[in-house]
Structures are given as C-alpha cells and as structure tokens.
DNA sequence: TAGTGGTCTAGACCACATC
DNA sequence: ATGTGGTCTAGACCACTAA
C-alpha cells in the first residue's frame, strides 16, 4: 500500500458519514475499536480523527467519542457552488428555466476570461433561477468548449448543471467568485420581475479546475430582496474558519441606512 | 505548567511570525532543533507544526525545513474585519472623515440587531472612507454603549477603529456579514458622490464576542466601481479552505451582462 | 470505577531534498 | 551520504465523562 494509514482511516470515516451510514449526532468507534479494526496503533488514529474535525465532519472533546457534526451533510461549500443544492438543502423547490443554448464564437470579453482564443468557440447560457417558482437569479454562463458540448444531451431545466457535470468527470474544483452590486438592465429587468435600475447583487465566478484550467465563467445576477450572501468568520487564531454560504433574504430585513439622520 | 506543551511550541512559533522575528519565506528551525529547545520528543513538535500549517502560517513539505508563508502577514480574515487594514495590506492609503458619532437611545432595528432594550443608549458613528482620497464606502456603525464610550477619547479619523477597540481589549471574535445590493439613498449618494439611486453593494456585519455577545452591528456600503468582495474556495475535500478578502475593483471590469442577446 | 480521549516519550523505518 | 520531514509502533500517565 502506497497510501498512509492514517488516510486509509481517514477516508474510511468521510466516507460512511457522506453515504449516510452514519448521520448527524451519531457516535464514531472510539479509538480502541478503530486501532483494532484497522490494525493500527493509535498515532495513525487520531491523525485522521484529527484531520476529519478540521475539517468539520466530526466533533471531539475529552471523555467523550467523537460525534458526527450536524451540519448540512452537504459542506457549505458545495452548495456556494451549485444553486440547486443550495436551495434543496434548505428545504425549498429550486427550479430552472433555461431561455437560450448555444455555441457560438467568443467575444473579446468572454474570451479572456475563459482563456481561449478569439476565433474559439464556446457554450453559452442564459437561465433564469427560482425558489418556490419565483424567479431569484439570472445566469448566464460560458462554458469551455469541450465542457460545454456535454450539456447538448442534458436537459439544462432538469436541474444542477454542476453535478451533471462533476458525474461526467469534468474536474470542476476551484472557484473565484467577485461580488459586487449592478443596475438591472432590460434583460435582467424582464426576467427577473424587477424594474430597469433597481439594484441586482452579481456575483462572478470564474471555476477552474485543481491545475488552474478555467473551465466555466458565470455572470449570476440575484434580487437582494430574495437571496443574500452570508460570510462568517472568526478572529480567533485556533480554529478559525470562514464559512460561505446563500441565505434567503429574511422577512424583517430591516432598512437600517438612515439611522444617522 | 498546565497549558500542554505543543500549545506552548506552538504559540511560541507563532509569536517568532507575528512579531516579525521571523519573515515571509524564512525558514524554521527543524524538528530535531525544536525537540532540543524544549525538551520534549517528536509527538508534540510536529503536533505544534501541524497547527501551524493548518492555520496557514508557514508551508511544509517532505524533506525540507517548514518555511512561513509568504502570505499577507495579517491573515485576510483580519482584512475583512478593518477596511484600515485591507487598504494598508495593498499599499494604498485609506483615509476616513467622520461625519457624526452619538450617544443616543437605540431605535427599534438597531436595538433588535445590538439585543439590547429600546430605552438603552448604543454610540452611532458616521463615516465615509476612502481609498487614496477618493470615497469609497459609507459606513454606518452602532456600538454597544460600554464599547463605543471608548471612542469618544479615541480620534475617530486616525484610522482603524477595530484596531483601537482589541487593544482596549474589547473581545471582538466573530463576525456574520450578510451582502447584497441596495439602491443609494439620499444620504449615501451626498457622502459616495453618485446619483441618487444607483446601485451600491452592502454589507451587514454583526460583531460579537467568543461568548456570543453582539457589541457592534455596522452597515456598510460600497461604491461598486471601486471596491468587490472576493471569495475563492475549492471542492477538494483535503486542504479544503475559503477566502474572503475585498479588492479593488480592476480597471478593466468588462461588462458581461448582454452576451447572449 | 471503568472507559474515553488528550498528552507525551523513545525508538524505528521510509521518502525526499541537498550537497 | 546526510539531514529532513512523513509515517508508524508500543507503551505510559493524566483529565474528563458517564454509569
């Protein structure tokens, strides 16, 4: 075996917990049982424990076995990546309706992002996103040729084109998302129910995969009045950790501006 | 001594980094070094540099000495809590005018947000900031009173208020910053020179202690053609980390709204 | 009280980097 | 060839938790 012990016992773990085999609040095997099963000494053991409560699956304190964190199963992460599994994990319909499909050659702007030629072409597509049916974000989104092709025999209104993608083995690992805020032009006014002006959040993102190929470039436009973005964050130098995720905008979302008359 | 001895090398390593002692891209001393220095075995030293890596402070690798990161000194999670900090970590000159600061009773929003009664007094500040003497985002604050009375001695326009309140040793630890967009208002577009009802983007920030108590709540809003937030994450499971860091908002800011007409 | 995780030691072998 | 970190073992003591 040419992989570490203490990653054989790591991946064993995350793998039971991502399955499902064990939930949120169940207990792991204490060290003991682990050495036994694995035939380990307890270094390699409590190096993946170690390694699984960083990362956040797992929580540990002393006396105690540790227990699978409840969390959303789904880390954070993932769903800052993909809307559908954002709006699934917190228990609302996410739907889709795609406007337009196409290939078609790239323009200058386009082009540098996604880092091909001029005269290459590209896959380009415009969604509009909802919750419960109501529209809350427009997409568009530019594809690298080869990554586009697979979306031809996808039905792009069935749901997350990101995990249909990741099932085709398209590397998609890292993401860079710019936020900022933009007046809704007449397309994003039409599609998204709002008047030409009114303040979009966008969020760009440019995802590429672990060697740094850019593989998709997307223009995602939200109405504030129904999806914010949520940063947590920690001074503390132990354990300090940023967590990113969506929210729905709450109901009593307060205007807090002229309080300083 | 009952803090444990990793903990001890630990922080011993980190204070060598944060003073200064030891620069971006110097390297440590080696394990069997630190062994030696004190006293104790190979377990809780490379416990000590684990932390370290894990926290993003120096960088190993197989078969050479650990070096300090060559990352912003000041980790970008301290960036996103002082716009002092971030402007000064990208070699620009912040600046900022404050245009009010009060002792005054709480209205309900800001009472809800602070979680104190409505009959109680908060400290409300006012100020616009700058990047290189051009305003760049307006920042509306509300203090707990028993922190905010520490700014009435304190220069409001000297520079990081955050920074004066940690020493003062007020416990700020965590913060949740909620983003969107907003129409500029009256007061906004004055301070920010832009038309009213242009787009600005916002963000919402509760500060509260390791404890939970909330002692600041802040709105701020940015000028969206000089300042995006940023945020880069990855899938991959191992090494798994995000990045929340502002930056300025690059000249060449294509718009990449109406390429699928 | 018994079992658990948290800490630490002393020694060993290997893969890699450097000279 | 030597020194470095990466891995693993076997045993020990302590602090905490729960029955």
Not at 77 to 98: E, K, L, M, N, Y
Not at 108 to 119: H, T
Not at 120 to 129: F, S
Not at 218 to 235: E, G, I, M, T
Request: charged letters at 25%; hydrophobic letters at 40%.
């Amino acid at each position: 075996m040419t992989v570490p012990l203490h990653e054989r016992v790591r991946t064993s773990i995350r793998d039971r917990i991502l399955s499902g085999d064990l939930v949120a609040g169940d207990t792991l095997p204490s060290e003991a049982e682990l050495c036994a099963q694995f035939g380990a000494s307890r270094g390699p053991v409590r190096q993946a424990i170690s390694a699984l409560s960083a990362e956040g699956l797992i929580e540990t304190s002393q006396g105690k076995v540790p227990t699978v964190s409840r969390l959303p199963l789904k880390q954070p992460i993932d769903d800052f990546f993909s809307f559908s599994a954002w709006v699934t994990a917190i228990g609302r319909i996410p739907g889709q309706h795609t406007v337009e499909i196409a290939l078609r050659r790239a323009d200058p702007v386009l082009s540098a992002e996604l880092r091909v030629d001029d005269d290459e072409n590209i896959v380009q597509l415009l969604r509009v996103r909802s919750i419960d049916a109501e529209p809350t974000m427009l997409e568009r989104t530019a594809f690298v040729a080869w990554v586009g092709r697979m979306l031809f025999d996808f039905d792009t209104d069935s749901g997350s084109i990101f995990g249909h993608l990741i099932e085709q083995g398209v590397p998609l690992d890292h993401g860079e998302h710019t936020i900022d805020a933009v007046a809704a032009d007449e397309q994003d006014a039409l599609h998204l129910s709002v008047p030409v002006g009114s303040p979009l959040l966008r969020v760009r993102r440019v995802t590429t995969s672990r060697d740094g190929e850019v593989l998709e470039y997307s223009d995602d436009r939200y109405r504030p009045d129904r999806a914010d973005l949520v940063v947590r964050n920690a001074r503390t130098p132990t354990s300090q950790r940023v967590f990113v995720t969506r929210q729905l905008t709450p109901e009593t979302s307060g205007d807090t501006s002229r309080r300083t008359p």
